[in-house]
T-cell receptor
């Protein structure tokens, strides 16, 4: 009965590869987010979808592309991975405009 | 620009009270949230203040002064399990965009 789940939990890949991270929530929330947390624990919003519509699109390289096939799923595809993309990526969902429920995170390591 | 300032580290002993401050400068302000994150874990929501004053939830309380662009999280009767990072986050628009502070690492000693 996991609320927000992400797969995979760990992802190790080489520079230049393309990878995807999947997120699913079973809370019935309309809004979902992607965050990046760097090695200094700084948490930065990347994207947000409300009921499959993109509502927040921060300044991230266009190698990052979110996709929301339905309101319970939000995936993140990353092309041409770079060393600087190494981080923990968190998916979150929200029933309100201020309370967000985070998934367990995906630790991405680019070598 | 948007900036949130909070102390990087705080240390306290079990049973004590600790206050983690957060000052902010943002282009919009709709409310201040607090999140807790244990090492290797996900951030979890603790509290939210949209209006001035104190909100209490069990051992945790959160305060906001919008005129001072300042808030704090107060943790009482500290327990070892409270050792974690605590983040303040400002909601900067109606859509729910959160800007996070850099986090305060709280160490609770026996």
């Amino acid at each position: 009965d996991t609320a927000v789940s992400q797969t995979p939990k760990y992802l190790v890949t080489q520079m230049g590869n393309d990878k995807s991270i999947k997120c699913e929530q079973n809370l019935g929330h309309d809004t979902m987010y992607w965050y990046k947390q760097d090695s200094k624990k700084f948490l930065k919003i990347m994207f947000s979808y409300n009921n499959k519509e993109l509502i927040i699109n921060e300044t991230v390289p266009n190698r990052f592309s979110p996709k929301s096939p339905d309101k319970a799923h939000l995936n993140l595809h990353i092309n041409s991975l770079e060393l600087g993309d190494s981080a923990v990526y968190f998916c979150a969902s929200s029933p309100t405009t201020y309370e967000q429920y985070f998934g367990p995170g995906t630790r991405l390591t680019v070598t | 620009g948007q900036s949130l300032e909070q102390p990087s580290e705080v240390t306290a002993v079990e049973g004590a009270i600790v206050q983690i401050n957060c000052t902010y400068q943002t282009s919009g302000f709709y409310g201040l949230s607090w999140y807790q994150q244990h090492d290797g874990g996900a951030p979890t929501f603790l509290s939210y203040n949209a209006l001035d004053g104190l909100e209490e939830t069990g051992r945790f309380s959160s305060f906001l002064s919008r005129s001072d662009s300042y808030g704090y999280l107060l943790l009482q009767e500290l327990q070892m399990k409270d050792s974690a990072s605590y983040f303040c986050a400002v909601r900067v628009n109606q859509g729910g965009k959160l800007i996070f502070g850099q986090g305060t690492e709280l160490s609770v000693k026996p």
